[in-house]
Nanobody, 121 residues
């Protein structure tokens, strides 16, 4: 059973920082893509940041220069450091990973349960 568990959300004032963590656990053979999505009320879920197993990163334009994604491959962890937060960053943030289970037939996408980030003005 493969699981993704997020932590680190909360309430912060505009201009503040938060760090999200996501841990993958279970019978895992390999992880390639890992990323963070967010969904604000009434909006579609969007990809915020992504990182490959080789360390290549990609960000949505609205967070470039403020957010940093990183991962620890040895511990199956991915992080999202969020600085200079704005009220428009308020959303539920979801961890996503493309994982090959040990007993699986191929890679598939897994999702965390989501963590709320609220930025007050």
């Amino acid at each position: 059973q493969v699981q993704l568990v997020e932590s680190g959300g909360g309430l912060v004032q505009a201009g503040g920082s938060l760090r999200l963590s996501c841990a993958a656990s279970g019978s895992i053979s390999s992880i390639n893509f890992m990323g963070w999505y967010r969904q604000a009320p009434g909006k579609q879920r969007e990809l915020v940041a992504a990182i490959t197993s080789g360390g290549s990163t990609n960000y949505v334009d609205s967070v470039k220069g403020r957010f940093t994604i990183s991962r620890d491959n040895t511990k199956s962890l991915v992080y999202l450091q969020m600085n200079s937060l704005k009220p428009e960053d308020t959303a539920v943030y979801y961890c996503n990973a493309n994982i090959l289970p040990k007993a699986g037939l191929g890679y598939r996408a897994y999702w965390g349960q989501g963590t709320q980030v609220t930025v007050s003005s």
